[in-house]
């Protein structure tokens, strides 16, 4: 019995220390950026809609690949670790067959190099025994590529040679089980493999984390090799609802700002109760495509009001509650032009974050440019008029806002639906 105690005791002081290895916690690390950076891809092809006898035979090769490492993991445990510059270099190319795709829209060879992309990272993190140990398991993973190529006809044929795979690979095990001499096995309280490595995790760790990281924006903003198309981005404004009616084009700009250099600009104007109605809501925005950087809205140039017609009287920050659970602050300015008053809201926003702090605005706009969330941005004004007290206005607005807020969306990501491609440049 205390035989039985002090072998427990050492068996579990050796799984901590197995989980304290840098190289699981490399892996780890690597398999949440990959998960993260490419979770569309991988979306697209565990849980995006296929035919039903595809999509669960791809989760069933996932789930079988689990299985076979969890029957491995005693030899597992007991297999030298050491990052591989090997697995950094693979890593590299089916980064670069990622982006290929992205350019030229092929989504079968984006899905093929980030599945892929896992055996790379095994190798990166525990080198060449590992995968030679998991070798049966990762390449039976690589059976879901085939699964999502749709022009491949009988892929039943691949569903069938799976279940044969799996089945004859557990024979395989039991008859190697069955001849294995009884001195070839662990000796109980010998010392791992694993124990004795001494390799560096930082730095290959660090680079295949930058490749993972960059490669989902490369894919999506290098348009092509070739002259670029000119791009036309198009500007739906919302429908209005809960009582508002619009959009309706607003036949002047004599309330617009000016962002002359915008990629896109669209005005119109949302009524109450009818059409002409002094209490209309009149919404601006301009809009930056994803090749362009935040700092160009900022261009003296562009303003929020035309100077050489209105004159602003009063500027704020307001606090506007949305809901019981939202809330949103906007930038407050009164204008005046003559007899005529107007009050504006207006924020701005870098890939679909709202945001009235410019230095905030810059960095999330520097974050844009590394991550796979990478959209355009611009700014969204809406304004109206008062007579004796902005308080009026003020009430309109955000009455406004309460109902639009949501909808209002649309408008921070039109190059995701909205684009129109136009014949080739020079």
Same mark, same amino acid.
């Given at each position: 019995m205390l035989n039985n105690g002090i072998q427990r005791s050492v068996s579990s002081s050796s799984r901590l220390s197995f989980l304290k290895q840098r190289a699981l916690w490399s892996f780890f690390s690597l398999f949440i950026a990959w998960a993260y950076y490419f979770g569309d891809i991988l979306f697209s092809i565990f849980f995006s809609e296929q035919p039903a006898l595809i999509l669960w035979s791809t989760r069933a090769i996932a789930f079988i690949t689990i299985l076979l490492i969890y029957i491995r993991r005693k030899v597992l445990a007991n297999t030298f670790f /050491?990052?591989?510059? !090997?697995? !950094?270099?693979?890593?590299?190319?089916?980064?670069?067959?990622?982006?290929?795709?992205?350019?030229?829209?092929?989504?079968?060879?984006e899905q093929s190099s980030v599945m892929l992309m896992l055996p790379a990272i095994v190798m990166t993190t525990f080198g060449p025994a590992v995968v030679r140990t998991?070798?049966?398991?990762?390449?039976?993973?690589?059976?879901?590529?085939?699964?999502? *190529?749709?022009?491949?006809?009988?892929?039943?044929?691949i569903i069938w040679s799976a279940l044969i795979l799996f089945l004859g690979y557990l024979g395989f095990l039991r008859v190697v089980k069955f001849f294995k001499k009884p001195n070839e096995a662990p000796v109980?309280? +010998? /010392?791992?493999?694993? #124990?004795?490595?001494?390799?560096?995790?930082?730095?290959?760790?660090?680079? +295949?984390?930058?490749?993972?990281?960059?490669?989902?924006?490369?894919?999506?903003?290098?348009?092509?090799?070739y002259p670029p198309k000119h791009t036309e981005i198009i500007l739906r404004a919302p429908l209005g609802t809960d009582g508002w009616q619009g959009p309706q084009a607003a036949k002047s700009d004599l309330w617009a700002p000016v962002y002359s250099n915008a990629s896109a600009k669209l005005a119109a104007l949302y009524f109450t109760n009818s059409v002409g109605s002094p209490e209309s809501i009149f919404l601006y925005t301009a809009y930056y495509d994803s090749n362009r950087s935040f700092e160009?809205?900022? *261009?003296?140039?562009? /303003?929020?009001?035309? #100077?050489?017609?209105?004159?602003?009287? +009063? +500027?704020?920050?307001?606090?506007?509650?949305?809901?019981d659970d939202e809330s949103t602050v906007v930038l407050e300015v009164a204008l005046q032009a003559g007899a005529i008053t107007r009050l504006v809201w207006y924020w701005y926003y870098i890939a679909g974050v709202s945001t009235i702090d410019l230095s905030t605005a810059d960095f999330l706009d520097k974050v844009r440019v590394v991550s796979k969330h990478a959209q355009g941005s611009g700014c969204i004004a809406l304004s109206t008029s008062f007579a004796a007290s902005p308080v009026e206005a003020r009430e #309109?607005?955000?009455?406004?806002?309460?109902?639009?807020?949501?909808?209002? *969306?649309?408008?921070? #990501?039109?190059?995701?639906t909205y684009t129109t491609l136009t014949q080739g440049g020079k």
């Open positions: /050491t990052s591989s510059q !090997l697995g !950094l270099l693979g890593l590299f190319l089916l980064s670069a067959g990622f982006i290929l795709g992205g350019v030229y829209s092929i989504h079968y060879v998991l070798l049966f398991p990762l390449l039976y993973l690589m059976l879901v590529i085939p699964l999502q *190529d749709s022009a491949l006809q009988h892929r039943s044929i109980e309280g +010998a /010392t791992p493999l694993w #124990r004795f490595q001494n390799s560096r995790w930082l730095i290959p760790t660090l680079i +295949a984390f930058s490749t993972l990281m960059v490669s989902p924006w490369l894919g999506g903003n290098i348009r092509s090799f160009e809205m900022l *261009d003296p140039k562009n /303003t929020m009001y035309n #100077r050489s017609v209105w004159k602003k009287i +009063a +500027a704020q920050t307001t606090k506007v509650i949305l809901n #309109r607005l955000e009455k406004f806002l309460k109902v639009m807020y949501g909808s209002l *969306d649309v408008l921070k #990501r039109p190059e995701i």
